[in-house]
């Protein structure tokens, strides 16, 4: 079944499709909501205006995941300053911090915080292969079609990650209790 | 002999082949360390996918999103108008992979560029290169446009319906030479 970017009907299949597999793969690179959108809006305009023809839906999907991948990547770089001065603010005690909170939802917090930090920790060519594999629920075979490396490869660092997130994250608990 | 991590990591994610598949299977039924360094691995995993994020929060403008798409694509009457695709109707794809500036002007402002890979994103049609270090605004200096990409600025430009016109320094498109 071939899809054509420029078909009203495929386009509107291919969005259906994948608009939440970008936001998901999108917001673990920018972390923030409207940015991502912006930039999945972007992606589906070039998937457009590209105007060619894709054997197969999972094509499509490699291209879109590709394309969507690499724009927020360049927008992280691009506004590198920016976001440091976000993330500093952010980490600076908040008087308003909220006391009441229930104590599950502040180690939830926390612990998303700690994940977060440690997969950011990785080398690039080990955090967007653990990141697809880990929240895009892709297959190696995908997740190594879209960084345009080898299954063998994908299964490789996807243990690599593992042991260094491992590392990391047991490394952090040692330093709290 | 023990399960290499490598193969449990994969086993996991259900990714191993056969015949090793079966082979660890039957390996952990009777290797209790193997089956916590299993149960360890499939912690770490619940650990890690703790960042998720909920799909009802990313699909919050899914619809509104698409809709601008549609009018912008498809919409009855409205004429396709991609900025990118302009400018690279305008420029000749005889000067492909010519390494030169590139001067934009706009009212009074110029702005120039050379030599990065990122002008290859925005205008396939030409390589010339261009990034937000060779961008500057040059008639009168009030906001630094070291924060913004050429494409950024195009972009903006193109929001707010100016002519765009870029010209490309010390290069006549080859059509013209008769090529
Ligand atoms: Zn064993």
């Known amino acids: 079944m071939e899809i054509k970017s420029t078909n009203r009907e495929d386009f509107r299949k291919v969005y259906d499709a994948n608009y939440t597999l970008l936001m998901q793969v999108v917001m673990h690179i920018v972390y923030n909501q409207e940015i991502a959108e912006d930039l999945v809006q972007e992606t589906f305009e070039r998937f457009y205006v590209k105007n060619i023809s894709f054997p197969t839906m999972d094509d499509a999907k490699y291209w879109l995941l590709r394309v969507s991948k690499n724009l927020a990547l360049n927008h992280v770089r691009r506004n590198k300053r920016e976001i440091q001065l976000v993330d500093k603010v952010k980490k600076m005690p908040s008087e308003t911090a909220n006391y009441f909170d229930s104590s599950k939802a502040v180690m939830e917090e926390e612990d998303r915080k700690a994940v977060r930090d440690a997969v950011n920790a990785l080398p690039e060519n080990l955090r967007s292969v653990i990141q697809l594999k880990e929240y895009s629920g892709l297959d190696y075979k995908a997740i190594g079609k879209i960084l345009g490396i080898s299954e063998t490869n994908v299964k490789v660092r996807v243990h690599r990650a593992r042991k260094k997130l491992e590392e990391i994250l047991s490394a952090e608990d040692k330093d709290v209790y | ?179």
């Open chain 2, 1 to 179: 002999m023990c399960i290499d991590l490598q193969m449990l990591s994969a086993y996991m994610d259900g990714e191993l082949k056969e015949p090793y598949k079966t082979q660890v299977k039957e390996h952990l039924e009777h290797c209790a360390a193997c089956r916590n360094l299993l149960e360890d691995m499939k912690k770490l995993d619940e650990k890690i996918q703790k960042d998720v994020f909920l799909e009802e929060e990313l699909n919050r403008n899914k619809d509104a999103i698409y809709k601008k798409l549609d009018a912008k694509c498809f919409g009855e009457g409205r004429q396709v108008s991609f900025f990118r695709r302009k400018i690279q109707m305008s420029i000749p794809t005889a000067i492909t992979a010519a390494a030169a500036a590139v001067f934009i002007f706009v009212g009074g402002f110029v702005f120039f560029g050379s030599n990065a890979k990122e002008t290859n994103d925005i205008l396939p049609s030409f390589s010339v290169n261009a990034d937000s270090e060779n961008v500057r605004l040059v008639s009168s200096g009030k906001n630094s446009l070291d924060d913004y990409t050429l494409e950024e600025i195009l972009q903006y430009l193109d929001g707010k319906g100016y002519q765009v016109d870029i010209s490309i320094k010390g290069l006549q498109p080859l059509e013209e030479k008769g090529e």
